[in-house]
């Protein structure tokens, strides 16, 4: 092998490890996920506190979106008072999923316009043989950097679908 060619080796690998890097999926790329949460956070036997209605996907491309709307509760009965945002990060892991809103709105519309999207919630599910939901928050959006699902000390009365 004369030494011209010799000299090339290094730099021809470098090429074919840049080739086979570039089809390999980057580490980034998420995994499509959907959750979709209809029911009541109950704090003991038929004292219900909140009712989450929350839909929302992920894409392989790690784009997420979704609504979020919460209505708080006596008892059974719903109260005229709602918190509302788009869900911005969902994360499945079995038959447990979380997501993270940012408080966008309520209704009545007592959020400032400077305070819109500054705080966030995170709701955590579990399926099981009693349905289970956790709430962390709200908290400042920046705290949350990811949406892994947490504790989920209280009884979910309702419909979880996790994919």
Partial sequence: MNKRAFRLLPAAG???AAVVAATVAPANAAEPASLSIDG???????VHLLHIDAHGS???????????????MNGRSKVPFQIKGPVTCIDTRGDSAAL????????????????KDVLAVQISVRKA??????VMGPAPTSSFTGC?????????DGDIAIT
């Avoid at 992920?58 to 708080?72: P, Q, R, V």
């Fill in 14 to 16: 470098l090429a074919a």
């Fill in 40 to 46: 009541d956070l109950e704090i003991a036997p038929g």
């Fill in 58 to 72: 992920t894409t392989k491309d790690g784009k997420t979106s979704g609504t979020y709307t919460a209505t708080l």
């Fill in 100 to 115: 993270v809103y940012p408080i966008s709105a309520t209704a009545p519309n007592l959020v400032p316009a400077p305070l």
């Fill in 129 to 134: 043989s009693t349905d289970r939901v956790g």
């Fill in 148 to 156: 892994a699902p947490a504790a989920t000390p209280f009884r979910f």
